[in-house]
């Protein structure tokens, strides 16, 4: 399960655009911590280079942070990072405040195993990943790190879909009402490749002596005429 990290951060007492740009100067980025049972938010500022390497870290959206802010913490899950387009640097980020009882939304990644023991994969099949993660309700405090995929068995044309991966207890996908597909076994064309008889196979003997001699027959008769009608000599 995804452990709660600790983000240092300060109070920043200006909102805007102004106040954002100001902040960025300071070597920081502009962020908000918004909603719980609270009602309110909160505008806070986080060193640059440290949120850099938590977001490369990886998962950082579906992480619980507890953000010390001056003694005080907040715990709460990143929602959005605005980032820089050219560079990719993060200029702004939202947080959601959560409890300890919560239920967040979050997007769990998927991780296959077991490819060499696909005879589909063997056969020379591809692995069509629908979904690199699935989004589900869960507890704050239970996020799972990822969902395991078997991959065992699966022959070209299978199918893996949400109701074989085993949730843990109080984790449910956002998607309730159908049973959706996270990866297929594909042919290499993109089909499923079963294997059917060879066209153009040899046809049995009896077939192959009759289509022989309608020829022969065709030509006979079409002598037959020519013969008839060959000029008489004179007595």
Known sequence: MAQANVIKASARPASGKGAARAVRRTGNVPAVVYGGDEGTTDTIQIDANDLFIMIKRGRFLSTVFNIDVGGRTLRAIPRDVQLDPVKDFPLHVD?????????????????????????????????????????????????????????????????????????????????????????????????????????????????????????????AASAAPAAKEAPKGKK
């Open 95 to 219: 947080f959601q405040r959560i409890g300890a009882d919560n239920r967040v939304r979050v997007g769990v990644p998927v991780r296959f195993i077991n490819e060499a023991l696909s005879p589909g994969l063997k056969r020379g099949g591809v692995l069509n990943v629908v979904r690199h993660e699935v989004e589900v309700w869960c507890p704050a405090d239970k996020i799972p790190d990822h969902f395991e995929i078997d991959l065992t068995g699966l022959a070209i044309g299978r199918s893996v879909h949400i109701s074989a991966v085993a949730l843990p207890e109080g984790v449910k996908p956002t998607i309730a009402d159908r049973d959706f597909t996270i990866a297929t076994i594909a042919g290499t064309g993109g089909k499923d490749e079963e294997e059917t008889p060879a066209a153009g196979a040899a046809a049995p003997a009896g077939d192959a002596a009759k289509g022989a001699a309608a020829p022969a027959a065709k030509a």
